[in-house]
């Protein structure tokens, strides 16, 4: 059964950081590209990251760039995403979510999610 | 950067009632791009339709989509209990992923 479980948000001031971490299995992660995708609470989906299954192609939200890095460790199957500068309008649950078996132009399984509340 | 718009903000239906939800581009979307999505509360969206038209594995037949171009359609023929949820569209160009603000669909 293929599974993502993200880990890692919690409260954080303005200005700081924090790393998410998703954990694939599954399935192989390296096979499949992954994004991030972020919803703030009551609102909809907001798309943050992408990289390819190699991890040589990363591409980044306007709302994200500069501050978001998003990596990964297909030896460990888990995906990263390293958050700077932090913003309230981050806040968010962020999920991950795989890239479609049928195809790279839309996502066939998600994590359940983890929140990042960012405030003073 | 293709702008979403999803219509109507929110639909009131009765189970066994057909639903036509509607997603509009700012500008044209190849429908390979094109996918639908469902959220129930406090959990993660569910791929519904992919490719505009394709149903995603374990999808009812109940769900379907259609367009091309600007405008695309998720139907669901017969409400079920279990379809009242929020429904987003998504699209994919220039290694980019939008999706609409989303419909919500609730019992009337």
């Known amino acids: 059964e293929v599974q993502l479980l993200e880990s890692g948000g919690g409260l954080v001031q303005p200005g700081g950081s924090l790393r998410l971490s998703c954990a694939a299995s599954?399935?192989?992660?390296?096979?499949?590209?992954v994004s991030w995708v972020r919803q703030a609470p009551g609102k909809g989906l907001d798309w943050v990251s992408v990289?390819?299954?190699?991890?040589?192609?990363?591409y980044y939200a306007d709302s994200v760039k500069g501050r978001f890095t998003i990596s990964r460790d297909n030896s460990k199957n888990t995906l990263y995403l390293q958050m700077n500068s932090l913003r309230a309008e981050d806040t968010a649950v962020y999920y991950c979510?795989?890239?479609?078996?049928?195809?790279?132009?839309?996502?066939?399984?998600w994590g359940q999610g983890t929140l990042v509340t960012v405030s003073s | 950067e293709i702008v979403l718009t999803q219509s109507p903000g929110t639909l009131s239906l009765s189970p066994g009632e057909r639903a036509t939800l509607s997603c509009r581009a700012s500008q044209s979307v190849s429908s390979s791009y094109l996918a639908w999505y469902q959220q129930k509360p406090g959990q993660a969206p569910r791929l519904l339709i992919y490719g505009a038209s394709s149903r995603a594995t374990g999808i009812p037949d109940r769900f379907s989509g259609s367009g091309s171009g600007t405008d695309f359609t998720l139907t669901i023929s017969r409400l079920e209990p279990e379809d009242f949820a929020v429904y987003y569209c998504?699209?994919?160009?220039?290694?980019?992923?939008?999706f609409g603000q989303g419909t919500k669909l609730e019992i009337k």
């Open positions: 599954g399935f192989t992660l390296s096979s499949y590209g």
């Open positions: 979510a795989k890239r479609a078996a049928v195809g790279p132009y839309y996502f066939d399984y």
């Open positions: 998504q699209q994919y160009g220039s290694s980019q992923y939008t």
């Open positions: 990289i390819s299954a190699s991890g040589g192609s990363t």
